[in-house]
C-alpha cells in the first residue's frame, strides 16, 4: 500500500513536471540521433595534395575515393598541408615517393595510408615502372606514435573544464534563487549587472586554479602531447570556463532546480562534444557543421588543438580567443536582461 | 519631529498575477515614526504588498510613492530595511560572514561596518552566535539574523514580512521594545503578521482579505468602531463572518 502511495507520488510529479518527462524521452533520441551521424557519416574521404612530379598517383587515387588537388610547386603544397585544406601531399624524389601527413588526425592518417596503398597496388604496370621504392612516410604534426589520447585529449580538456564549470555555476546561481537569497540580494541597491559580473569574478577566480590544475595535470601527468607554449592551454581552458560559467548562470534561470539543471547536460553539452572536432565534422551534414560554429567548446576544442598538437601561436588561435570573448560576453549580456525576471530595475 | 509628508502613499494599487487579481484597489498610507501593521490571513496579499512597497515587484495598476519617490526606484533601496518572509541567508557562512556580505553591499565599511554588526546583534540578542554557520541555527535565531541584517545600515524605513514568526514570547517582547525604540528614533516600520495579539502593539493596523482592503485604524479605534473587545473579533466583522 505504501509502495503504491509512493509510486503513485512519482507518477504525479512526473505528470506536474512536464520538462523531465519530455527530457527521458527525447534527450535519448537526440543523442542517439547525433551518434548515429558521426559515426555512419560516410567513410572519411582523405584530402591528398599532389606534387607535379607525382601525378602518375592522381588517377589511383582518385579511384580510391580520394579528394585529390594538384599543386603547382612545393610551397604551396606545403602552405595547403599546414593550414589544415589537405591531410597529406604528395611529391616523388627520383623514384621513390615521398609523403608528408598533416599527422595531427589519427583517423585521416589511416584513411591517407590505406588509400595510398591500394593505389599502389592497383598502378598499371606502365607507370609502375616510375614509381620503384616504398614510399617514404613523413609527418608535418603530430608523429607515427600519436595515441588517440593525444588527438582526443585536448577536446576533453576543453570538455571537462566546460561540463564541470556549467554545472556548478549553474547550481549556485540557481540555488541563489530557490533559497530566496537572489530576491534577498535584489532588495539592496546592488544593480543586476553587478550581480552577474560578481558571479563571473567570484567562479572566475576558482576557474584559475582549475584551468592550472587540469592544464598540468594532462600534459605532466597524462603525458598529453603538448607542442606548443603552457601559457596559452592555460589561456583557452580559462576563457573556456568563463564561457561556460557565463552560460551555465544564464541557463539557470530557466531551471526551477538542480534536476532541471541537469537536465541541461544532454541539452546543451553533449551537442557541444559531438560537434567539437572530437571526430571528423566533413563528414556530417553541413547545417550541422554550421550548428558547431556557434557553440563555445567548438572553439576551446580547435584552439587547444592547434596549441598542443601543432605548436601553434598566437595567430592562429587569435579566433578562437574573440569567439570565447564574445560568447562570455554575450551570454552576460542575456543573464542581466534575464534578472529582469525578478526585478524591473 | 513630526513630518507632514507620509512615508508611503499607495493609490488604487492593483497587482494581477496574470488573470489572477491579488491586491484589488489598494489605498492606504503611513506616516513617519509609526508602526504600521498588516493583519490578514494566510494567501491574503501581505506579501505581495510589501513587495510592491519595496520596488522589486511592479504595481498593475495604480501608484505607490515611497519618501516622495514614485517606486520602484533602485536609489529607494538604500533607505529601506527589507525582511523577507522567508529567511534569504547563505546557511553555509557564518552570521558573521552573512552580515559582512549585505553591509558591504550596502556600502557599510571598516569601523563603522564592525560596529553596527556588533550593534544588531546585541539587538536580537545573537551577539554569542556570531561566528557560528547559519546552517547551525534553530529557525528563530534565522529569524533573527534575518531582522538583524535588514537594521544594519540603518534605513529610516523597515518593510518587515512575519519578522516574529518562531520566536519565543520573551524575546518577541524584547525584539518589539527596540522596534518601538527605533520608531522613536524616526524609523517608520511596516510589518505584517496574521497574530492577532502582536497586531494590537502596532500604531495603526490595516486588515486586509483576499487582496481587499477592508479597514485602516489604529487598534483601538478598530475594536470601538465594530464594538469588538478582541482584534481577531473586529476582523471576523469586517470579514462578514460576524454581522
Ligand atoms: N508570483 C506569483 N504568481 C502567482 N500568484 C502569486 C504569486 N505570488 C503570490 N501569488 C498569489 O497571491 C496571493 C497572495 O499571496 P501572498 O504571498 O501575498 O500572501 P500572504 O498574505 O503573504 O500569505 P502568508 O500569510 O501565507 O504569507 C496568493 O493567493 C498567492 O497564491
Ligand atoms: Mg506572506
Same mark, same amino acid.
Given at each position: 500500500?505504501?509502495?503504491?502511495?509512493?509510486?503513485?507520488?512519482?507518477?504525479?510529479?512526473?505528470?506536474?513536471?512536464?520538462?523531465?518527462?519530455?527530457?527521458?524521452?527525447?534527450?535519448?533520441?537526440?543523442?542517439?540521433?547525433?551518434?548515429?551521424?558521426?559515426?555512419?557519416?560516410?567513410?572519411?574521404?582523405?584530402? +591528398? =595534395? *599532389?606534387?607535379?612530379?607525382?601525378? %602518375? /598517383?592522381?588517377? $589511383?587515387?582518385?579511384?580510391?575515393?580520394? &579528394?585529390? #588537388?594538384?599543386?603547382?610547386?612545393?610551397?604551396?603544397?606545403?602552405?595547403?598541408?599546414?593550414?589544415?585544406?589537405?591531410?597529406?601531399?604528395?611529391?616523388?624524389?627520383?623514384?621513390?615517393?615521398?609523403?608528408?601527413?598533416?599527422?595531427?588526425?589519427?583517423?585521416?592518417?589511416?584513411?591517407?595510408?590505406?588509400?595510398?596503398?591500394?593505389?599502389?597496388?592497383?598502378?598499371?604496370?606502365?607507370?609502375?615502372?616510375?614509381?620503384?621504392?616504398?614510399?617514404?612516410?613523413?609527418?608535418?604534426?603530430?608523429?607515427?606514435?600519436?595515441?588517440?589520447?593525444?588527438?582526443?585529449?585536448?577536446?576533453? +580538456? =576543453? *570538455?571537462?573544464?566546460?561540463?564541470? %564549470? /556549467?554545472?556548478? $555555476?549553474?547550481?549556485?546561481?540557481?540555488? &541563489?534563487? #530557490?533559497?530566496?537569497?537572489?530576491?534577498?540580494?535584489?532588495?539592496?541597491?546592488?544593480?543586476?549587472?553587478?550581480?552577474?559580473?560578481?558571479?563571473?569574478?567570484?567562479?572566475?577566480?576558482?576557474?584559475?586554479?582549475?584551468?592550472?590544475?587540469?592544464?598540468?595535470?594532462?600534459?605532466?601527468?597524462?603525458?598529453?602531447?603538448?607542442?606548443?607554449?603552457?601559457?596559452?592551454?592555460?589561456?583557452?581552458?580559462?576563457?573556456?570556463?568563463?564561457?561556460?560559467?557565463?552560460?551555465?548562470?544564464?541557463?539557470?534561470?530557466?531551471?526551477?532546480?538542480?534536476?532541471?539543471?541537469?537536465?541541461?547536460?544532454?541539452? *546543451?553539452?553533449?551537442?557541444?562534444?559531438?560537434?567539437?572536432?572530437?571526430?571528423?565534422?566533413?563528414?556530417?551534414?553541413?547545417?550541422?557543421?554550421?550548428?558547431?560554429?556557434?557553440?563555445?567548446?567548438?572553439?576551446?576544442?580547435?584552439?587547444?588543438?592547434?596549441?598542443?598538437?601543432?605548436?601553434?601561436?598566437?595567430?592562429?588561435?587569435?579566433?578562437?580567443?574573440?569567439?570565447?570573448?564574445?560568447?562570455?560576453?554575450?551570454?552576460?549580456?542575456?543573464?542581466?536582461?534575464?534578472?529582469?525576471?525578478?526585478?524591473?530595475? | 519631529?513630526?513630518?507632514?509628508?507620509?512615508?508611503?502613499?499607495?493609490?488604487?494599487?492593483?497587482?494581477?498575477?496574470?488573470?489572477?487579481?491579488?491586491?484589488?484597489?489598494?489605498?492606504?498610507?503611513?506616516?513617519?515614526?509609526?508602526?504600521?501593521?498588516?493583519?490578514?490571513?494566510?494567501?491574503?496579499?501581505?506579501?505581495?504588498?510589501?513587495?510592491?512597497?519595496?520596488?522589486?515587484?511592479?504595481?498593475?495598476?495604480?501608484?505607490?510613492?515611497?519618501?516622495?519617490?514614485?517606486?520602484?526606484?533602485?536609489?529607494?533601496?538604500?533607505?529601506?530595511?527589507?525582511?523577507?518572509?522567508?529567511?534569504?541567508?547563505?546557511?553555509?557562512?557564518?552570521?558573521?560572514?552573512?552580515?559582512?556580505?549585505?553591509?558591504?553591499?550596502?556600502?557599510?565599511?571598516?569601523?563603522?561596518?564592525?560596529?553596527?554588526?556588533?550593534?544588531?546583534?546585541?539587538?536580537?540578542?545573537?551577539?554569542?552566535?556570531?561566528?557560528?554557520?547559519?546552517?547551525?541555527?534553530?529557525?528563530?535565531?534565522?529569524?533573527?539574523?534575518?531582522?538583524?541584517?535588514?537594521?544594519?545600515?540603518?534605513?529610516?524605513?523597515?518593510?518587515?514580512?512575519?519578522?516574529?514568526?518562531?520566536?519565543?514570547?520573551?524575546?518577541?517582547?524584547?525584539?518589539?521594545?527596540?522596534?518601538?525604540?527605533?520608531?522613536?528614533?524616526?524609523?517608520?516600520?511596516?510589518?505584517?503578521?496574521?497574530?492577532?495579539?502582536?497586531?494590537?502593539?502596532?500604531?495603526?493596523?490595516?486588515?486586509?482579505?483576499?487582496?481587499?482592503?477592508?479597514?485602516?485604524?489604529?487598534?483601538?479605534?478598530?475594536?470601538?468602531?465594530?464594538?469588538?473587545?478582541?482584534?481577531?473579533?473586529?476582523?471576523?466583522?469586517?470579514?462578514?463572518?460576524?454581522?
Amino acid at each position: 500500500m505504501r509502495i503504491r502511495a509512493i509510486t503513485l507520488r512519482i507518477l504525479q510529479q512526473f505528470i506536474h513536471d512536464k520538462r523531465t518527462m519530455a527530457l527521458m524521452f527525447i534527450a535519448p533520441l537526440l543523442v542517439l540521433s547525433l551518434m548515429s551521424l558521426v559515426f555512419n557519416g560516410d567513410a572519411y574521404e582523405p584530402k +591528398i =595534395g *599532389v606534387a607535379p612530379g607525382a601525378a %602518375v /598517383f592522381s588517377t $589511383a587515387l582518385e579511384a580510391q575515393k580520394a &579528394e585529390i #588537388t594538384g599543386y603547382d610547386n612545393d610551397e604551396s603544397g606545403n602552405a595547403a598541408l599546414q593550414a589544415g585544406d589537405i591531410d597529406a601531399y604528395i611529391t616523388m624524389k627520383g623514384t621513390t615517393p615521398e609523403i608528408m601527413l598533416e599527422g595531427s588526425n589519427p583517423a585521416a592518417n589511416r584513411a591517407v595510408m590505406m588509400a595510398l596503398q591500394e593505389a599502389m597496388q592497383s598502378l598499371q604496370p606502365s607507370a609502375a615502372g616510375s614509381v620503384q621504392n616504398q614510399p617514404q612516410i613523413s609527418y608535418l604534426y603530430g608523429a607515427e606514435d600519436m595515441k588517440t589520447i593525444d588527438r582526443f585529449g585536448p577536446i576533453m +580538456i =576543453g *570538455v571537462f573544464v566546460f561540463f564541470f %564549470v /556549467f554545472l556548478i $555555476a549553474g547550481v549556485s546561481f540557481l540555488r &541563489e534563487r #530557490t533559497t530566496g537569497t537572489l530576491e534577498r540580494l535584489l532588495s539592496t541597491p546592488l544593480k543586476r549587472w553587478e550581480i552577474v559580473l560578481g558571479y563571473v569574478c567570484g567562479f572566475g577566480i576558482f576557474t584559475v586554479f582549475q584551468a592550472l590544475l587540469i592544464s598540468w595535470f594532462s600534459i605532466q601527468v597524462l603525458g598529453i602531447m603538448m607542442a606548443g607554449s603552457f601559457g596559452y592551454v592555460l589561456l583557452m581552458t580559462l576563457l573556456l570556463s568563463m564561457s561556460a560559467l557565463t552560460l551555465g548562470t544564464l541557463l539557470s534561470a530557466f531551471a526551477a532546480n538542480e534536476l532541471q539543471m541537469i537536465q541541461f547536460i544532454p541539452l *546543451v553539452i553533449v551537442p557541444q562534444i559531438f560537434l567539437s572536432g572530437l571526430f571528423p565534422l566533413d563528414t556530417l551534414p553541413l547545417w550541422l557543421q554550421r550548428v558547431g560554429l556557434a557553440t563555445p567548446i567548438y572553439y576551446g576544442a580547435q584552439a587547444l588543438m592547434d596549441i598542443m598538437i601543432r605548436g601553434k601561436g598566437w595567430n592562429d588561435i587569435a579566433l578562437d580567443v574573440f569567439m570565447l570573448i564574445g560568447f562570455s560576453l554575450l551570454f552576460m549580456l542575456l543573464n542581466v536582461l534575464a534578472l529582469r525576471k525578478h526585478r524591473k530595475m | 519631529m513630526k513630518q507632514a509628508n507620509p512615508v508611503i502613499t499607495v493609490t488604487h494599487v492593483d497587482r494581477a498575477f496574470g488573470s489572477k487579481k491579488v491586491l484589488k484597489d489598494i489605498t492606504l498610507q503611513v506616516e513617519h515614526a509609526e508602526t504600521f501593521g498588516i493583519l490578514g490571513p494566510s494567501g491574503s496579499g501581505k506579501t505581495t504588498l510589501v513587495k510592491l512597497l519595496t520596488g522589486i515587484d511592479e504595481v498593475t495598476s495604480g501608484e505607490i510613492n515611497v519618501l516622495g519617490v514614485r517606486m520602484p526606484k533602485l536609489a529607494m533601496l538604500q533607505q529601506i530595511g527589507y525582511m523577507a518572509q522567508s529567511d534569504a541567508l547563505y546557511t553555509e557562512l557564518s552570521a558573521k560572514e552573512n552580515l559582512e556580505f549585505f553591509a558591504s553591499l550596502y556600502g557599510l565599511k571598516g569601523g563603522n561596518r564592525t560596529r553596527r554588526i556588533r550593534d544588531v546583534m546585541e539587538l536580537v540578542n545573537l551577539q554569542e552566535h556570531l561566528r557560528k554557520r547559519v546552517d547551525q541555527y534553530s529557525g528563530g535565531m534565522k529569524r533573527r539574523l534575518s531582522l538583524a541584517i535588514a537594521l544594519l545600515h540603518e534605513p529610516p524605513l523597515l518593510l518587515l514580512d512575519e519578522p516574529t514568526v518562531g520566536i519565543d514570547p520573551v524575546l518577541r517582547q524584547s525584539i518589539w521594545k527596540e522596534l518601538k525604540a527605533l520608531n522613536h528614533k524616526g524609523t517608520t516600520i511596516v510589518l505584517t503578521t496574521h497574530v492577532m495579539d502582536e497586531a494590537e502593539k502596532c500604531g495603526r493596523l490595516a486588515m486586509i482579505r483576499d487582496g481587499v482592503l477592508l479597514a485602516v485604524d489604529t487598534p483601538a479605534g478598530l475594536l470601538q468602531a465594530t464594538g469588538s473587545s478582541t482584534i481577531e473579533e473586529a476582523f471576523l466583522y469586517y470579514g462578514g463572518v460576524r454581522p
